[in-house]
């Protein structure tokens, strides 16, 4: 394992080792159980406040929301700018690449035979098609990794783990992917973007003194 990958792999710590230990959890619980028993697990575990909560906490792995904060950056540090918007750009490339691949049915497809016996989330447009990997759980976790590594108090890199994970539930909470997809997209987001930020924050000109300005913060 090079240094560099072991400085970025430093600043992400507090994500990073709560993560492995929560993805292990995961695989056991996925040799463990089939795709079925976990599913209706999750899908019995509904509630009035789960159906209003869940809804606004997917939006957080929305491609708008690294949008907004890709914008907030340009702002303050060019830097982080190209970090946070090339890792979303990388992750999201190569998700795409996985789901058309597969092409996998969602549950709603699926389970199609058994509907009446599942909870679904009134207002919630349901998705038919290419459900490995959740694409929203590669973004937030991305975006995680990212945050984690920029942020100047690492101690967030563990909250920025628990909004990703919060991401992941509620698409198995929202019948919108199994278990499984979002244990696909927590891996792809995260090990894509550590070495992804791994190769291009060692660019030299990163490390520029134009690269830490922003639209608002100039010399």
């Not at 969602?106 to 389970?111: H, I, L, Q, T």
């Not at 447009?125 to 490995?132: D, P, Q, W, Y």
């Not at 973007?193 to 791994?198: K, P, R």
Request: hydrophobic residues 50%; proline residues 2%.
């Amino acid at each position: 394992m090079n240094t560099r990958l072991l400085d970025v792999l430093h600043h992400v710590r507090l994500f990073f080792v709560p993560y492995l230990i929560i993805l292990i959890t995961c695989l056991i619980l996925k040799i463990s159980y089939t795709r079925e028993a976990i599913y209706f697990a999750v899908n019995a575990k509904h509630s009035d406040f789960g159906d209003f909560l869940f809804p606004y906490v997917t939006d957080l792995g929305e491609g708008y929301m690294v949008a907004a904060v890709t914008l907030i950056m340009l702002c303050f540090s060019y830097r982080k700018t190209i970090l946070i918007a090339t890792s979303f750009a990388v992750s999201g490339i190569l998700v795409q690449i996985v789901k058309h691949i597969y092409r996998a049915p969602r549950p709603v497809v699926y389970f199609e035979k058994d509907l009446t016996s599942i909870h679904f989330v009134k207002g919630i447009a349901l998705l038919h098609n290419n459900s490995f990997p959740s694409g929203h759980t590669v973004t937030a976790f991305s975006a995680a990794v990212v945050l984690s590594y920029l942020a100047v108090n690492k101690r967030l890199g563990f909250i920025f783990l628990l909004l990703a994970m919060s991401v992941a539930f509620s698409r198995m909470y929202l019948s919108q992917h199994f278990f499984e997809d979002v244990t696909a997209g927590s891996i792809l987001g995260t090990m894509s973007t550590i070495m992804w930020i791994t190769w291009m924050d060692g660019r030299a000109f990163m490390h520029s003194q134009r690269m830490s300005m922003g639209l608002l913060k100039r010399r």
